[in-house]
């Protein structure tokens, strides 16, 4: 034997191994479903990838009562780009509401990604920066994607594959990104196509929470298989259930760069959290300042009462130290509104803090799924420190009295969108407080008409004031007259 085929054989025993080495099953399950999809050359050629069609987008936390449906938005025109080897993508879609909504009934929404630069594009086709939080969840949706994953693994030698396990018909790798991502890629093993990708992340209300989305309906197109359905879930609900009317490989994409107005612009920070108070009777202030989510604070005889601790741990902790200061008296309870999960992202801190919960009888179950979930991606107080909670659930209604103060806490019957909820009427200032009866900002009042026959009829209240959780502060009047007029 030549000195040169010596030297090649050598290479080749060399390269074998290494090949053997790193044929781990892990790699062997993306290797098969890179052949399934259409051969790993095919895979890593492709530049652009077009999704076109529509479906229904729920919409989670919510629904009428707790356990019922969501609330759904019919998503249509989506139009989804993907530049995969540069990691871009751009998603245009119009969304109309389903149900009954209190603004423009259609939104078309246009939406970026860039690397790690997330921007979205308004109306007038000005782009503006969306936070790293955007970015990381765009990244996770572009890479929740069969052909855009098994790509991202052929092409990063920096992914890292373990974890293999096969589990009924499904064989299952995890797969972590050179960026830190970490996704569950599950392939059907009959059919080696990717059957659906997995991704854990923190939900303010539910805590750990799976984004999962899952693909059927394999179609071959330019010589790939795609998938013709794609549905998304968060934790047990359904998020996204696309219909694909077409899948286009390397059609024409356009530009999918970040504008440059976005990539130098910084990336927004979270801003600070302003609680403002504004007395609106004796012993009752208004706490507003950042965001449109308001509480009030009722101060009794020897305690203070919160009606609302909103959107997530940071707005609801803000608010509940702003009410602190405003008396020596100790904060002992807090009234949630209802269930809806803005109104009732701070109900782990107010446990948390030993408050006990004033809410709808109807919302405890549910509200004690929530305190018992885990929150460790991003822990909160009651995952640092747990504790039973204390509730005083409402039937049809609630009377909080002593000297100082008197709060009369009513359920709303029959509402077609709310069917949790708890309104106060304070009867020595004819005063209402309330969350989503109605908001001075919204262009339709749908239910309205409810609520006045709640509050004049059934509960027979006369009303001067009404506080809201949502909006400006408003006479009676001119709440009754805005309803009428756009109902
Ligand atoms: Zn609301």
Redesign the pocket.
């Known amino acids: 034997m030549k000195n040169l085929d010596c030297r090649l054989l050598i290479a080749m025993a060399v390269a074998a191994t290494a090949a053997c080495a790193r044929t781990s099953p892990e790699l062997r399950v993306i290797n098969d479903a890179a052949d399934a999809l259409g051969g790993r050359q095919k895979v890593l050629a492709v530049r652009t990838l077009t999704i076109e069609g529509e479906g229904p987008a729920p919409n989670v936390g919510q629904n009428t009562v707790p356990d019922g449906e969501l609330p759904v938005w019919k998503v249509t025109e989506f139009k989804r780009t993907i530049d995969v080897p540069n990691h871009r993508m751009r998603t245009s879609q119009l969304r109309t509401a389903q149900f009954l909504f209190a603004n423009a009934n259609t939104q078309r929404q246009n939406q970026g990604l860039d690397g790690d630069v997330a921007y979205n594009i308004g109306a007038d086709g000005t782009a503006s920066r969306a936070s790293a939080a955007v970015a990381r969840d765009r990244r996770i949706e572009l890479l929740q994607h069969p052909l855009v994953i098994v790509r991202e693994v052929l092409d990063d030698p920096g992914t890292k594959l373990s974890g293999y396990r096969a589990s009924g018909n499904q064989e299952i790798v995890e797969i972590e990104t050179s960026k830190g991502e970490k996704l569950t890629l599950a392939v059907d093993a009959g059919s080696k196509l990717p059957s659906r990708v997995t991704s854990m992340s923190d939900n303010a209300n539910m805590g750990d929470v799976a984004i999962d989305t899952a693909f059927s309906g394999y179609d071959s197109v330019s010589g790939l298989q795609l998938p013709k359905r794609i549905t998304t879930t968060i934790d047990k609900y359904p998020q996204f259930d696309l219909t694909v009317s077409k899948n286009t490989i390397d059609g024409d994409a356009g530009d999918l760069a970040a504008p440059d107005a976005v990539t130098s612009a910084p990336v927004p920070a979270a801003p600070p959290q302003v609680v403002t108070a504004e007395p609106v009777g004796k012993g009752i202030w208004w706490l507003a300042g950042s965001g449109n989510?308001r509480s009030v604070v009722f101060e009794f005889d020897d305690h203070l009462v919160l009606y609302e601790a909103p959107l997530n741990e940071t707005r609801s902790k803000a608010v509940i130290d702003k009410a602190r200061s405003l008396s020596a008296k100790p904060l002992t309870h807090v009234i949630i509104s209802h269930h809806?999960f803005?109104?009732s992202g701070g109900l782990r801190v107010a446990v948390a803090e030993g408050f006990t919960i004033i809410t709808y009888k109807e919302n405890v179950p549910f509200f004690n799924e929530l305190l018992m979930r885990k929150h460790s991606i991003v822990p909160d107080e009651l995952e640092k420190a747990p504790k039973p909670a204390k509730f005083e659930p409402v039937d049809d209604q609630l009377t909080l009295k002593d000297k100082s103060m008197e709060v009369q806490l009513y359920h709303l019957k029959e509402n077609p969108r709310e069917g949790t909820n708890l309104f106060a009427y304070v009867p020595r200032d004819r005063m209402l407080v309330q969350?989503?009866l109605y908001?001075s900002t919204w262009q339709f009042h749908h239910w309205g008409a409810n609520v006045i026959t709640n509050i004049e009829q059934i509960r027979k209240l006369k009303v001067d004031k009404q506080v809201p959780?949502?909006g400006a502060i408003e006479s009676y009047a001119e709440m009754v007259k805005k309803m009428r007029a756009n109902p």
């Open positions: 989510h809806h803005d109104h969350a989503d908001d959780v949502h």
